[in-house]
């Protein structure tokens, strides 16, 4: 792996400067790097390793934008610099900007070939919906370092993206033989979903999960596992309880309320409480948005659309996010609180701001955006790009609750998901809020219940493509023979034909009732 070096040929007063700051970004002494950085750049404001330190000090404080800034300078007054490539290359895949870090790494590794970069490159592909460029990202990696456990990880993520479950399980089975990794690697086996253990494979997993030796996070990745393998042999009330012990643990360690969760739905749909006539001018690209509950169906929903030759599926994108948060932070007032004083200049720059980030999926004419939380920024959104159209998927509540209960998302995604009356609050403030968004916008919105969808997929997908201004297409029935990437934890599912019956939740019987009952009052919108 690389480590910082101080070439020679600098002079001395400024490379003792340099020195100091990467030793103190080692001990995460910001505050000390900044000024040995600020010393250099008073003394050589364009010396291209200066100018690098105070773009890797800039980076850490998250002012990524600024950090760019300065490292392309760098890079610019010396593009052979290995290090200040490989900086670039983080501070752009930390500003989101994947494109350009994928072409800064790339323009590294032609440099020298190292693993570390490889194993960043294809987690930056990853990122950026290239599986095959991920794969053969982890595989150079391996191939200069094959102890570098992260990159076997990639490898197996990479595999299961580009549908080759199999491959993927046999990478996690061997992971499984190591120690370190054993929780992880049963995790993302059994998380393939459609894989059946062996019995001895079950021993093995539960006597880690039991292991008081365990590290916490370990014995929650081993207890989410466990509820996946019960299941799939009917052990129900076993399953239930492993899946409540791991929740415990990750509660434990997460940040989350319920009251202030809803009042933010509440401003929100305050905010937007009127709908607002857009100038037919501002009509934006297609974009189509699948929002709602996370495992409510919009994998498959977008899986339908991708089989599609005028669409592109592009997965869960965080842009819409980034681009909110900006403008909040530029505005110095959280989201919603500035709404009312944008403009129709500003909803029109944001929604540029969006399509520029998105513009490597705009090749068919459409394409999907499946971030399940987007759901929060429809109002905006319509104000952004008015062409859009947003697809609630709806599944029936207690599964959709229970699937999130027993899947282990990625660390600060889902944190609503490890308390039952957490998780029904959650649910309760989506569904009222998409209701205000379907009386505000009804053209714009549609509910696709994965039940209707079960019960007609032919009607269900005719509606659903005549919703989005497509033309029907045979190939959309057939939607898991679909060659793309798909970064779910569905991602295996989807590549199987639709089935009459997934329902789980009733093999439960009284073991769910407490999450029954905290859902009992929630309103729905099934149509089937």
């Known amino acids: 792996m690389t480590k910082s070096a101080t070439p020679a040929g600098i002079p001395a007063n400024i490379r003792k400067f340099l020195h100091d700051g990467d030793r103190s970004l080692q001990c995460n002494d910001l505050a000390g790097a900044e000024r040995s950085a600020n010393f ?30 300065f490292l392309k300078d760098a890079v610019a007054r010396n593009p052979r610099d290995f290090e200040l490539r490989q900086e670039l290359a983080r501070a752009l895949a930390d500003d989101t900007q994947l494109d350009s870090a994928i072409d800064q790494y790339r323009e590294a590794l ?24 991920a794969l053969e990202a982890a595989q150079q990696a391996i191939r200069l370092a094959p102890q570098h ?136 690209f297609p974009v189509i948005f699948i929002v709602g509950m996370p495992r409510s169906g919009s994998t498959l929903v977008e899986q339908i659309l991708a089989a599609h030759p005028g669409v592109m599926g592009a997965g869960e994108l965080p842009y819409v996010d980034l681009v909110i948060s900006a403008e909040s932070r530029r505005r110095a007032r959280e989201f919603p609180h500035w709404a009312a004083d944008a403009t129709n200049e500003d909803w029109r720059r944001l929604g540029e701001a969006y399509l520029q980030r998105t513009r490597r999926w705009h090749e068919t004419g459409r394409f999907t955006d499946k971030m399940p939380g987007n759901w929060k920024y429809i109002g905006a959104l319509r104000r952004m790009i008015p062409a859009a159209r947003f697809i609630f998927t709806e599944r029936d509540l207690l599964e959709t609750c229970w699937s999130c209960h027993k899947q282990m998302f990625s660390p600060g995604c889902v944190r609503y998901s490890y308390d039952w009356t957490e998780l029904a609050r959650y649910a309760e403030d989506c569904r009222s809020l998409w209701q205000v968004w379907e009386s505000l916008y009804p053209e714009q919105c ?40 798909v970064k779910t934890a569905s991602a295996a599912q989807v590549r199987q034909p639709l089935r009459r019956n997934t329902a789980r939740a009733k093999n439960y019987g009284e073991s769910l009732e407490p999450l029954a009952r905290a859902l009992e009052n929630i309103v729905t919108h099934v149509k089937y």
């Open 40 to 69: 250099a750049m008073a003394l050589a404001a364009d010396h291209p390793r200066a100018m690098g330190l105070l773009g890797k000090v800039l980076r850490r404080r998250g002012r990524t934008t600024d950090a760019v800034a």
């Open 149 to 284: 456990m992260p990159s076997r990880f990639l490898r197996a993520r990479a595999l299961t993206a580009s549908g080759r479950i199999e491959e993927a399980a046999q990478e996690y089975r061997r992971l499984t033989s190591r120690p370190a990794q054993a929780a992880k690697a049963w995790f993302g086996l059994l998380d393939l979903k459609t894989i059946q253990i062996a019995d001895q494979e079950l021993l093995s997993i539960e006597k880690l999960e039991s292991d008081p030796r365990t590290l916490e996070l370990d014995r929650a990745l081993a207890g989410f596992a466990l509820g996946q393998a019960y299941e799939a042999v009917g052990r129900y009330p076993e399953a239930v309880r492993a899946v409540q012990r791991a929740n415990q643990l990750m509660r434990g360690n997460t940040e989350w309320s319920a009251e202030t969760h809803t009042e933010q739905i509440n401003q929100i749909a305050r905010a937007f409480a009127d709908a607002i006539e857009v100038p037919a001018e501002d009509s934006g």
């Open 110 to 133: 032609a440099l020298r070939p190292d693993a570390q970069m490889w194993f960043e490159l294809g987690t930056t592909c990853d990122r950026n919906s290239q599986g095959e460029d």
């Open 446 to 485: 549609r509910i696709q219940s994965h039940e209707a969808l079960q019960k007609d997929p032919e009607g269900q997908v005719r509606e659903l493509l005549a919703f989005c201004g497509l033309e029907f297409e045979p190939a959309c029935l057939d939607f898991h023979d679909a060659a793309r990437v």
